[in-house]
């Protein structure tokens, strides 16, 4: 998947640019005009400070509002009928800004509402990536 399509799924996510030379691995930069409530639009950049292909991305958030950490995590998984799964871990720690008032706010506001878009997007996910799996033949047992 490209850094382009996560719009696709991430709910907040208006669009995703890189811009940066590389497209992958550490020190790679996008931009993302976050919809953090109620149509306020805010940038998001991000450089990659972490890159284990097929494991791990975690990023640094550097924008003028939105500060943190976070990462993707694909731990691999048996499924309840035995296939071979992905088990995908989303987390950030967005630094709030205006000290105990800023505090305040993120714990009874902000984390609600992005816990309940994180759910929201990973469902959209969870439907992306269903869709994109190839359909596995079914073994021909007869003979």
């Known amino acids: 998947m490209r850094w382009e399509d996560q719009p696709a799924w991430m709910q907040d996510a208006q669009s995703v640019t890189v811009t940066s030379d590389q497209r992958e691995g550490v020190g790679t930069v996008i931009h993302v005009p976050t919809n ?25 958030h550097t ?12 731990t691999p998984t048996r499924l309840a009928d035995g296939r071979q799964g992905s088990l995908f871990t989303w987390w950030e720690q967005i630094d709030a800004p205006l000290g105990r008032l ?33 359909e596995q033949p079914v073994p021909d047992r007869t003979g």
Do not use: Q
């Open 36 to 60: 953090i409530a109620l149509g306020l639009v805010v940038p998001d950049e991000m450089r990659v400070t972490e890159w284990v292909e097929g494991e791990k991305i975690a990023v640094l």
């Open 102 to 134: 800023g505090d305040l706010v993120a714990r009874n506001v902000a984390v609600p509402y992005v816990s309940h878009i994180f759910r929201r997007s990973l469902r959209a996910l969870k439907r992306v990536a269903e869709d994109e799996i190839p």
């Open 63 to 74: 924008g003028p509002i939105i500060k943190g950490h976070g990462a993707f995590e694909l």
